[in-house]
């Protein structure tokens, strides 16, 4: 028997949207939070869990292609992308999905392709300047 995925004992290995860099993804509890935790390399992210189901029912009202927009936390995020909704003052949550100060962001980079192995999103995967969109 096999465990099941999106778990700390068995993630996700999951690919960057250009497929260059390999990370892993998973459902877990922190703190007493549902969250969608990240791991690239060594470093450690955490998103609000409700973004996966939230970024799903926006794309689906969107009904269209939408840039990624992928950025750092400390940078400014590119209007009307994937990255400007994780952390705008307007989203479900009234603002970061991430939940950890000063790694806040990369929301364009790392939830696409998650929503992407659970079925829910179409993601480009193109060197640059990739979008996605609701299935």
Same mark, same amino acid.
């Given at each position: 028997?096999?465990?099941?995925?999106?778990?700390? &004992?068995?993630?996700?290995?999951?690919?960057?949207?250009?497929?260059? #860099? @390999?990370? @892993?993804?998973?459902? !877990?509890?922190?703190?007493?939070?549902?969250?969608?935790?990240? +791991?690239?390399?060594?470093?450690?992210?955490?998103? !609000?869990? +409700?973004?996966? =189901?939230?970024?799903?029912?926006?794309?689906? %009202?969107?009904? =269209?292609?939408?840039? $990624?927009? #992928?950025? !750092? *936390?400390?940078? =400014? %995020?590119?209007? /009307?992308?994937? *990255? %400007?909704? /994780? +952390?705008?003052? =307007?989203?479900?949550? /009234?603002?970061?999905?991430? $939940?950890?100060?000063?790694?806040?962001?990369?929301?364009?980079?790392?939830?696409?392709?998650?929503? &992407?192995? $659970?079925?829910?999103?179409?993601?480009?995967?193109?060197?640059?300047?990739?979008?996605?969109? %609701? $299935?």
């Amino acid at each position: 028997m096999t465990a099941e995925a999106g778990t700390p &004992e068995n993630p996700w290995t999951l690919r960057t949207p250009p497929l260059t #860099s @390999e990370y @892993e993804a998973w459902f !877990d509890t922190v703190g007493g939070t549902d969250v969608v935790v990240v +791991r690239v390399g060594k470093t450690v992210l955490h998103y !609000d869990r +409700r973004c996966v =189901d939230d970024l799903a029912a926006m794309l689906k %009202a969107h009904g =269209d292609w939408m840039e $990624l927009g #992928s950025a !750092d *936390e400390q940078k =400014d %995020a590119r209007p /009307g992308t994937v *990255e %400007a909704w /994780g +952390r705008a003052a =307007d989203n479900p949550v /009234g603002g970061w999905y991430g $939940l950890k100060k000063g790694l806040r962001g990369r929301f364009g980079m790392y939830l696409p392709p998650l929503l &992407e192995q $659970l079925g829910l999103a179409e993601v480009e995967h193109n060197p640059r300047n990739n979008r996605m969109r %609701a $299935l």
